[in-house]
């Protein structure tokens, strides 16, 4: 194409930094291609540049986050509407496993002995189920062994901050 030229170092760049674990890209409907440039039809190139991105705190907090692409009026790109909504009901944050929780010594014994519980219920119920044991499991061992660490990560990023 004639005319545009994107330099490939700043698209990775940003790719990479859209596409780190702490963002989340909200599902978009609406049109598909959200900018355009072209005067001819040989010289039309269309992508999907706008995009709504957010952290899973922020889906957390709000129940309702949807975004769609509205109609283009006067500009190459296509518009963004986020629609947000408060939440009213507490959300529980999603379970991530910690790999360094594999590191101490109690590991394999707090997994085999959870899963070694008897269950009352067959197939997919019963894995569910268990699963969800060692999850609670890892999360009480979490803070009785680690602490809160969301809190320790906060004082050490003051203390950084403060020298």
């Not at 596409?19 to 010289?43: A, R």
């Not at 590991?107 to 044991?133: A, N």
């Not at 499991?137 to 050490?156: E, I, T």
């Amino acid at each position: 194409m004639n005319g545009v030229y994107l330099p490939l170092c700043l698209c990775l760049d940003f790719t990479t930094w859209t596409n780190v674990p702490l963002l989340t890209h909200l599902n978009t409907s609406g049109v598909l291609y959200t900018w355009y440039i072209g005067w001819l039809d040989h010289d039309y190139v269309a992508l999907r540049l706008d995009r709504d991105i957010c952290t899973e705190a922020w889906i957390d907090f709000l129940s309702v986050t949807s975004c769609c692409a509205l109609t283009r009026i006067y500009s190459d790109h296509h518009p963004l509407l986020a629609a947000l909504e408060l939440s009213t009901t507490f959300h529980h944050s999603s379970f991530k496993f910690i790999k360094a929780w594999t590191t101490h010594d109690d590991c394999r014994r707090l997994v085999l002995e959870t899963l070694k519980k008897h269950v009352v219920c067959s197939g997919m119920h019963c894995l569910h189920d268990k699963l969800q044991w060692v999850k609670d499991a890892f999360k009480l061992r979490n803070k009785s062994v680690f602490g809160d660490v969301q809190r320790q990560v906060h004082l050490v990023v003051d203390e950084v901050n403060r020298i």
